[in-house]
């Protein structure tokens, strides 16, 4: 009996360490999930990280390509860095006249705009995308003030590159292919009405092909 008791106990104490033992990788592996959550914002996903250290800031600048600045701080460097939003003026005659207001709100590296991000000016139109070093590069949604287009395509140092498309309020449509910002290639429009349209393009100027197709 007194054998049988000491075996129940020796077997009580393993199982007891076990249970400690998967309880404890049970909770590095819930800390480590945590460490990598992915916290989703309205224009882009952050990667909880160590990031350099930075504080959040607003200041106006004089004298630089932005007039204010409303974000995450890289002190060191004393540039924006990390997530913000830039708003910058152009008064092109310099006499309060005719002043253009632009303000680009996303992901921030070291002064430039890197990563996801939504560009806004004061006509209404704005852009949506990915950027590198300042400039679009990637996918991108543009739509044109008064909603009067909705462009998809890709773009590269911001000018468009490769397959893209238009959309417009009247129900039109039309896609191609983009060279250097210019149009180049077969270009397919279909109309509301059902009727479609073939032109060619080299360099952004129509090549006088034209090829039209009627609804039934």
């Known amino acids: 009996w007194n054998k049988r008791k000491s075996r129940s106990a020796a077997t009580r104490r393993r199982k007891s360490v076990r249970k400690s033992k998967r309880k404890s990788k049970r909770k590095s592996k819930r ?3 945590m460490n990598n959550m992915v916290y989703v914002t309205r224009w882009f996903d952050i990667k909880k990280r160590a990031d350099p250290p930075i504080k959040s800031a607003e200041k106006k600048v004089k004298g630089a390509n932005y007039d204010k600045y409303t974000g995450t701080w890289d002190e060191k460097k004393n540039v924006p860095h990390g997530r913000g939003v830039y708003t910058w003026y152009y008064d092109k005659d310099k006499d309060k006249s005719d002043v253009k207001e632009f303000q680009y ?9 890197h990563g996801r991000g939504l560009t806004t000016k004061s006509d209404g139109s704005m852009v949506q995308g ?6 679009l590069h990637g996918k991108a949604i543009k739509i044109g003030g008064d ?21 417009y309020p009247n129900g039109d449509k039309s896609g191609g292919n983009y060279k250097d910002n210019n149009k180049h290639g077969m270009w397919r429009t279909v109309y509301a009405d059902g009727t479609s349209e073939n032109t060619w393009f080299k360099d952004g100027i129509p090549s006088g092909k034209h090829d039209a197709a009627f609804a039934a």
């Open 130 to 135: 990915n950027y590198k070093d300042g400039k």
């Open 147 to 167: 909603n009067s287009y909705i462009f998809r395509g890709q773009f590269e140092n911001s000018k468009k590159q490769g397959y893209g498309t238009f959309t």
């Open 31 to 33: 800390k480590s999930r």
């Open 105 to 113: 709100a996303g992901n921030i590296k070291y002064g430039k705009q």
